[in-house]
């Protein structure tokens, strides 16, 4: 059984396979980043990959705990990565002022009841 830490950053860092040059001057705090929409969660990573990455990572670790979401997979599941990070593009590019955290969350839940 994974971990949640573990299903956290599996279904993260795949992100980082799928977004543009992005970075940020500083990490918004939990309040600001649930309240941030995907356009300005683009414009706050700006060129750094890993700031879209950690704000991403956030998120699914609050919502891999409140959801009690078991992910399948050992950890290393390169594919189920992609997977999510494109799923996440998709739904940002849907909604661009949307919240990151609904796209996440969505995302999560499109990936893992199929």
């Known amino acids: 059984m994974m971990t949640r830490w573990m299903a956290a950053t599996l279904l993260a860092t795949g992100l980082?396979?799928?977004?543009?040059?992005?970075?940020?001057?500083?990490e918004p705090g939990f309040e600001d980043l649930v309240a941030?929409?995907?356009?300005?969660?683009?414009?706050?990573?700006?060129?750094?990959?890993?700031?879209?990455i950690d704000m991403v990572q956030r998120l699914t670790e609050f919502l891999v705990e409140k959801r009690n979401v078991t992910v399948p997979g050992n950890g290393?599941?390169?594919?189920?990565?992609?997977?999510?990070?494109?799923?996440?593009?998709?739904?940002?590019?849907?909604?661009?002022?949307?919240?990151?955290i609904n796209a996440v969350d969505s995302s999560m839940r499109q990936l893992l009841d199929n």
């Open 16 to 26: 980082a396979c799928t977004t543009g040059a992005m970075a940020a001057d500083a």
């Open 36 to 52: 941030t929409s995907c356009a300005q969660a683009a414009a706050l990573a700006k060129d750094d990959d890993q700031q879209v």
């Open 76 to 100: 290393n599941d390169d594919d189920l990565s992609a997977a999510y990070g494109e799923l996440i593009k998709a739904h940002c590019r849907v909604d661009p002022h949307g919240l990151l």
